[in-house]
């Protein structure tokens, strides 16, 4: 049967319905709306998913929320205004006219983008309008997801401390003033367009601009808090994954629906895109393991991203093996900016891009479109491009031209987003705080949206006892019902309402074996403490494997741990002793009247000689440094290590010859024997300088840190004073023990930089004391007490806060708790400035120097201002600081980078401390 071709099938025709107009071809829209819809779903659930995985757990639903709020923003701002600003009738060179695209007399037209037509110099058409087979209502949606994506990747930035009003401002203010200009000038017609700047789907408008935006209101947004720039993990890193995948399938429609049509450039767009990010991966994770010695995940989505982002400006006019060397250059370039570059420029260090957006999307997509510029291939660009004849540098002619149209472009779009993103964050300032309160800060989704990713609490974020319960001395919290909680929260915690916690099992249990000894007019002997319980509990597993080492590893122990291995049974009875002493003083006033004492006192007081007896046996010290450490800041220690702080034999030589004992000190994770306290514990292993807690480590928990400190260091050592100093302060040992060594013939002293400042009784203001009534009326000072970066007790004050510790109250700050628990004692407060020096900034523009350090003097020379701090000009005058911080970062900033710096300004001779006699 024979067919005749010239007869199209009535499925082909024209006019078969009303809704289908003869210039409507239905591949076309058909393909148009799949790859609108594949880029929504990079989106919405695709960004929203990782967002939301790749964030610490107590911001997983801010950030999935700021997504998926500027995903609706954008699609409203879009159609009432925007897209005719991006795609409409020229404006300006760089600006479309606003209007809106809601009428269907524009929507159901066939689609144009009017401004497009192409000139030769001579006024004759070079190339038409650009005139899509299918309705504009496809164009705007298409273009739509686009501009949404844009500012998600901004989020990205900003994640972890952006006010979320300020959020709802920013979206359509830099939709408005920053995307559609950037997309009118490269796509909607406008001069860079006209100029020949090639952007085949966004490298420049979408990535580019993105990641300078991104980067620009970080910078004035501001960090995220100390712990979660210390310490961000993923809180689901499979849903990374999940997120990760739909972002790169669905760059098949980012890719592939440019040409705006279904043809053989969409189809080499969307091959080229996967082969420029499975290379880009590749090659990132190759990186990791070279360097790291392990591949990372996080990695890996990254190295996906960069090759994604690197392809986008030239998808559809490159070759395959130009799109290999693209995706290598994608994989490493950013990696070096990321690992490398952003750890050496100060600049990189002192904005907080929460997900490296500029690494991944500003630094790739630059580098994409210069090499689009290299690399465009004659043929393909003019199945693309509007000016003709254009090519890459490879293949010669105007290809050198080419690059430079590149830089050119890509260096309007940076300067562009620089100034109008800056504008907007500070006129969005003006009306409300760009950054969320400190108390937002510390806790998280609960405060600022009333709700949580999991019905779990943990991974570091404030404990809210108003809306969490109390917490018991461990910091261990208590179930109660949160006021911002969902509905399974609430069923969980009521569900362990009814539970009794081992404490007070432990407690009674102590109680009655006590009331069994009384009755029964027997001696009694000591008993596990519930502190001591726990300890064996925890580490019953470690003494088994020790045994079973014993035997190979036994030479190896007794060269470095028989100093410490003689005491460790006579800590444990002490530890067991001091324990049930103090509880038994407490029960013994209820019980008194009731129960026959006289030999239940007899016996204590036989028992308080034998805690006397065994006291002797702690080993002797002058001085016993405890270094506030988290398990996060293994770089801090490391840093300390290699300035201030002996280490290996001469760590053990200073502890036998001068008495000075110097430990990182660090309790454990709520779980046992987490992968972080197997960590801690290898690195232990290594440099035997860590003193463990029975403490559960957690954010703003330091005052039960430094109760369980003094306690545990009096237990162990017999010394003349207990030094508690963080990990980001600067120490010089032999300056420290002749300043504390003036004050040994003094019984009880407290010795630091003393202060008392307000009380802080604003929830917005940081640092804030929530019980500031019991310091009297709103606007009274603190009672007198020293900083908490550093300070020193002497025995008797120690020993004070060990047996008391069950009965200490803790405040919300750390040194306040310490000062408090002194009032009303005989304590002479030392005001020692010595030991808050400031530290030497270098060199710094004059407009830029902060103004908080402490400066002494300053030489100008041009436009730079040369100064000395507090620590380096009395180091150079001879009187050397004991310890050196910056006031305004509470520590030194940025202390990994810059302590071997303040080491190398401020540091004693080395020869002080084992020359100095006390």
């Known amino acids: 049967m024979s067919v005749n071709a010239s007869v199209v099938p009535s499925a082909y025709q024209a006019y078969t ?157 830099w939709l408005t003033f920053s995307y559609t200009v950037g997309a009118f000038s490269l796509w909607g017609g406008g001069f860079l367009f006209h100029w020949g700047v090639i952007d085949y789907s966004g490298g420049y408008v979408i990535h580019l601009s993105s990641g300078i935006a991104g980067l620009t209101a970080a910078y004035w947004v501001g960090p995220r808090t100390k712990v979660d720039r210390e310490r961000f993990p993923p809180n689901n890193v499979l849903l990374t994954l999940a997120g990760a995948g739909l972002l790169w399938m669905g760059w098949a429609g980012f890719n592939g629906g440019d040409p705006y049509s279904a043809n053989i450039d969409s189809s080499m767009a969307v091959l080229n895109t996967n082969i420029c990010a499975a290379t880009s991966l590749l090659v990132w994770t190759w990186l990791d393991v070279i360097f790291f010695n392990k591949p990372s995940v996080i990695g890996a989505v990254q190295g996906m991203i960069t090759g994604l982002v690197c392809i986008t400006p030239g998808a559809g006019l490159v070759q395959g093996w130009a799109a290999i060397i693209m995706g290598i250059l994608s994989g490493s370039v950013p990696w070096f900016t990321m690992m490398i570059v952003h750890k050496k420029w100060w ?74 993103t800056s504008i907007i964050c500070l006129l969005i300032g ?44 461990d910091q261990t919290p208590k179930y109660q019902v949160s006021s911002g909680a969902t509905q399974s929260r609430i069923e969980m915690k009521t569900k362990n309402r009814g539970k009794v916690s081992l404490k007070w099992i432990v407690i009674l249990c102590i109680f009655s074996f006590v009331l069994g000894m ?36 036994k030479k190896q122990i007794q060269d470095n741990e028989d100093v410490l291995g003689e005491f460790s049974k006579a800590h444990e009875a002490i530890d067991s002793l001091d324990s049930s002493i103090a509880k038994l003083r407490l029960e013994l006033p209820s019980n008194k009247k009731s129960l026959k004492i006289g030999n239940f006192e007899k016996n204590l007081t036989n028992s308080i000689a034998m805690y006397t007896d065994r006291t002797n046996m702690r080993k002797k010290a002058f001085m016993v440094i405890g270094i506030n450490t988290a398990f996060s800041s293994r770089r801090r220690r490391d840093s300390i290590r290699e300035t201030w702080m002996p280490r290996g034999k001469s760590l053990l030589q200073l502890e036998q010859e001068k008495g000075i004992v110097v430990r990182f ?201 040369i100064c000395e701090a507090e620590c380096e000009w009395k180091a150079r005058a001879g009187d050397i600081c004991v310890a050196s911080f910056d006031w305004s970062c509470s520590g030194i900033c940025k202390s990994v980078e810059r302590i071997k710096h303040v080491h190398s300004k401020c540091a004693e001779d080395p020869a002080t401390l084992w020359n100095a006699l006390f």
């Open 17 to 173: 319905s009303a809704a289908v107009p003869d210039w409507l071809n239905k591949g076309d829209n058909a393909w148009q709306m799949t790859s609108a819809t594949l880029v929504g779903l990079q989106s919405v659930p695709g960004l929203v998913i990782l967002y939301g995985s790749i964030v610490k757990k107590k911001w997983a639903v801010n950030s999935a929320f700021m997504a998926l709020y500027a995903f609706a923003a954008v699609v409203l701002c879009w159609v009432i205004w925007a897209y005719k600003m991006s795609f409409g009738e020229q404006l300006l060179p760089f600006w479309g006219k606003a209007g809106p695209a809601l009428g269907q007399k524009f929507l159901i037209n066939q689609a144009a983008l009017p401004a497009t037509v192409h000139y030769h110099r001579d006024g004759t058409v070079e190339t038409a309008m650009a005139t899509p087979y299918y309705p504009m209502a496809s164009m705007v949606w298409f273009q739509c997801v686009f501009a949404a994506i844009t500012l998600i990747l901004i989020a990205g930035s900003l994640l972890g401390r952006m006010n979320i009003k300020a959020w709802m401002m920013f979206v359509p203010l």
């Open 665 to 865: 000190m660090i309790g454990h994770s709520a779980t046992s024997k987490s992968i972080l306290d197997r960590a801690i514990d290898s690195e232990d292993g290594q440099h035997k300088d860590f003193l463990r807690l029975e403490h559960v480590e957690g954010y703003h928990e330091l005052s039960a840190k430094t109760k369980s400190f003094f306690s545990t260091a009096v237990k162990r050592w017999d010394a003349d004073f207990y030094v508690k100093v963080d990990d980001d302060v600067h120490v010089n040992l032999g300056t420290l023990a002749a300043t504390l060594a003036g004050h040994r013939s003094k019984p009880r002293v407290y010795i630091g930089c003393m202060k008392s400042g307000p009380v802080l009784y604003q929830k917005n203001v940081k640092y804030h004391e929530p019980e500031y009534w019991k310091f009297g009326e709103a606007g009274n000072k603190y009672f007198r007490h020293a900083s908490g970066q550093i300070y020193a007790l002497s025995k008797e004050l120690a020993n004070y806060i060990a047996i008391n510790k069950p009965i200490l109250h803790k405040y919300a700050n750390e040194d306040v708790s310490l000062g408090a628990w002194f009032i009303g004692l005989e304590v002479e407060h030392v005001d020692e400035r010595s030991m808050c020096c400031g530290t030497p900034p270098g060199m710094a523009f004059m407009f830029l120097f902060p103004a908080s350090l402490p400066i002494v003097s300053c030489k100008s020379i041009k436009h730079f201002k």
């Open 518 to 553: 009384l009755y029964s007019n027997r001696m009694w002997v000591a008993f596990e403490s519930e502190d001591q319980i726990t300890y064996t509990r925890r580490h019953a597993g470690d003494f088994v494997n020790l045994a079973d080492d014993c035997e190979t590893n």
């Open 347 to 420: 600049l990189l260090q002192t904005i907080d891009d929460t997900l490296g957006v500029f690494h991944t999307h500003a630094v790739a997509g630059y580098l994409g479109g210069i090499l689009t510029g290299l690399f465009a291939e004659p043929v393909l660009c003019s199945l693309f491009l509007p000016v003709t004849n254009s090519r890459g540098g490879v293949y010669g002619g105007v290809g050198g031209v080419q690059i430079l149209k590149q830089i050119v472009g890509g260096g309007f779009i940076i300067g562009w987003n620089i100034v109008a």
């Open 430 to 473: 003006l009306v409300v705080p760009l950054r969320m309160t400190e108390e937002m800060l510390l806790i998280g989704d609960d405060a600022v949206h009333g709700e949580e990713a999991y019905a779990l609490w943990g991974d570091g974020e404030k404990y809210d006892s108003t809306k969490h319960g109390g917490t018991t001395d």
